[in-house]
């Protein structure tokens, strides 16, 4: 089946430990991005990657990185120095930088 | 200024009725516009996508957009209690997708 998979589903790790969350498409999409959800908030652009080997930040990159060294994977890497990193974390890719993105089922991240 | 912005809500319509989305975008070069649909605890999913100004129909749905104003609008005809969730404006502009905070709707039956 095509579609996008971020896993695992829910994660739980200890304050001022690095986690990766994994975000991989099977659709041949060119274009992938990360948001960030918080309780009654919309979604909030961290990472966004047009192609592969090139990404930009979005609104909240700081204390996030991300790779592209494949076109179905865009790996987000939360590191120590995000301050607030408990949220829902949702991918989404397209086929191409200006078309209708598809979401993945998204990783709830608790830090504690 | 944010570069997306709705009215947070809640709308609430009763069973049958129309409702009506609105959200408004900062950015003249944004080139597609999106609404998506998220129940809660769940991810987004995409019910329209437009990208002229005017009006465009799916079902229930129609989406419209009025560039000059900056202005994206979903209306939901035949309101159902199933449709009720929160939806998010998206806009699209030089591969940058940015969401609204989004708008709660409620349809009573």
């Known amino acids: 089946d095509g579609g996008i998979t971020q896993s695992p589903k829910y994660l739980f790790r200890k304050e001022g430990q690095n986690v990766t969350l994994s975000c991989e498409q099977n659709l041949n999409h060119d274009a992938m991005y990360w948001y960030r959800q918080d309780p009654g908030q919309g979604l909030r652009l961290i990472y966004y990657s047009q192609i592969v080997n090139d990404f930009q930040k979005g609104d909240i990159a700081e204390g996030y990185s991300v790779s592209r060294e494949k076109k179905e994977s865009f790996p987000l890497t939360v590191t120590s120095a995000q301050k607030n990193p408990t949220a829902f974390y949702l991918c989404?890719?397209?086929?191409?930088?200006?078309?209708?993105?598809?979401f993945g089922q998204g990783t709830r991240l608790t830090v504690v | 200024q944010k570069e997306v912005e709705q009215n947070s809500g809640p709308l609430s319509v009763p069973e049958g009725a129309i409702a009506s989305l609105n959200c408004t975008y900062s950015?003249?070069?944004?080139?597609?516009f999106f609404w998506y649909r998220q129940y809660s605890g769940k991810s987004p999913e995409l019910i329209m996508f437009?990208?002229?100004?005017g009006d465009k129909e799916d079902g229930r749905f129609t989406a419209q957009l009025n560039k000059a104003s900056q202005y994206v609008s979903l209306l939901i005809r035949d309101s159902q209690p199933s449709d009720s969730a929160t939806y998010l404006c998206a806009v699209n502009g030089w591969g940058k997708l940015v969401f609204g905070a989004g708008t709660i709707l409620r349809v009573k039956s």
């Open positions: 437009i990208y002229s100004n």
């Open positions: 950015d003249r070069g944004s080139q597609s």
């Open positions: 989404a890719s397209s086929i191409g930088s200006n078309t209708e993105a598809f």
